[in-house]
């Protein structure tokens, strides 16, 4: 169940009954922004019981093919240089793009216009047509196209290089030392679940993360399952 943000979807799982059979898959976006941006019918924090964290990944900054940055560093000068001239992709206000876009412009003293789409898929498609600049988008939408060599990667918003995608700096070696970004994936399920279907869920959620088909899916993705001890819905 998708649409607004994620929030039909959510809403749906808040008022489902809490037999261990409606799963809610939320994320920063989903229990962090969209309470702060819009207003819901069900409170992000009262109306779930956590099971898992699933897996964190981190952004990558890329742009277009005709941007004439070699790097990160020529990047930032480049906006510097064109105030208010380049464009920024994001799938709305309040989305992973837009606030780490809102952060990078903070942290480096340029400005871009922000560019909204209905979905990250309608940005990163004009992205490839060269009608907006550049995104700070997620690893697990942009290593494709980073991939094919349609886009340019400047660096990975983490402490450490992608496994899938060595070659792509951090954000430390690229020249803008701690502007770390990630969006974390979580399981929860409606309010009122008893412990023993929530200890159950948990449990079979630590089997599949610890399988190494779905680590290494997680791998390609450019995801980072959580280590054993944060796979708690106290951590959650």
């Given at each position: 169940?998708?649409?607004?943000?994620?929030?039909?979807?959510?809403?749906?799982?808040?008022?489902?009954?809490?037999?261990?059979?409606?799963?809610?898959?939320?994320?920063?976006?989903?229990?962090?922004?969209?309470?702060?941006?819009?207003?819901?019918?069900y409170n992000v924090l009262n109306d779930f019981e956590p099971v898992s964290l699933l897996a964190a990944q981190?952004?990558?900054?890329?742009?277009?093919?005709?941007?004439?940055?070699?790097?990160?560093?020529?990047?930032?000068?480049?906006?510097?240089?064109?105030?208010?001239?380049?464009?920024?992709?994001?799938?709305?206000?309040?989305?992973?793009?837009?606030?780490?876009?809102?952060?990078?412009?903070?942290?480096?003293?340029?400005?871009?216009?922000?560019?909204?789409?209905?979905?990250?898929?309608?940005?990163?498609?004009?992205?490839?047509?060269?009608?907006?600049?550049?995104?700070?988008?997620?690893?697990?939408?942009?290593?494709?196209?980073?991939?094919?060599?349609?886009?340019?990667?400047?660096?990975?918003?983490?402490?450490?290089?992608?496994?899938?995608?060595?070659?792509?700096?951090?954000?430390?070696?690229?020249?803008?030392?701690?502007f770390y970004t990630s969006v974390w994936h979580a399981i929860f399920v409606p309010k009122g679940t008893s412990?023993?279907?929530?200890?159950?869920?948990?449990?079979?959620?630590?089997?599949?993360?610890?399988?190494?088909?779905?680590?290494?899916?997680?791998?390609?993705?450019?995801?980072?399952?959580?280590?054993?001890?944060?796979?708690?819905?106290?951590?959650?």
């Amino acid at each position: 169940m998708t649409g607004a943000a994620g929030s039909i979807g959510v809403g749906r799982a808040a008022r489902a009954a809490g037999d261990g059979y409606t799963l809610c898959l939320g994320s920063w976006s989903t229990h962090v922004v969209n309470g702060a941006v819009f207003t819901l019918q069900y409170n992000v924090l009262n109306d779930f019981e956590p099971v898992s964290l699933l897996a964190a990944q981190p952004q990558l900054i890329i742009a277009k093919k005709a941007v004439p940055a070699k790097d990160l560093t020529e990047l930032i000068a480049w906006l510097r240089a064109n105030p208010d001239k380049a464009s920024h992709g994001t799938s709305g206000a309040g989305s992973p793009a837009h606030v780490a876009g809102v952060y990078f412009q903070r942290e480096t003293g340029t400005r871009f216009q922000f560019v909204p789409y209905r979905g990250v898929n309608l940005a990163v498609q004009d992205l490839l047509a060269g009608q907006i600049d550049m995104m700070i988008d997620l690893a697990s939408n942009s290593l494709p196209q980073v991939r094919a060599g349609t886009v340019k990667a400047y660096a990975v918003t983490d402490k450490n290089r992608l496994a899938a995608a060595p070659d792509i700096p951090t954000v430390d070696e690229a020249g803008l030392p701690g502007f770390y970004t990630s969006v974390w994936h979580a399981i929860f399920v409606p309010k009122g679940t008893s412990m023993l279907v929530v200890s159950k869920l948990n449990s079979a959620v630590a089997v599949a993360l610890a399988d190494a088909a779905v680590r290494q899916r997680f791998a390609d993705l450019g995801m980072q399952p959580f280590p054993r001890e944060q796979q708690t819905p106290e951590a959650l």
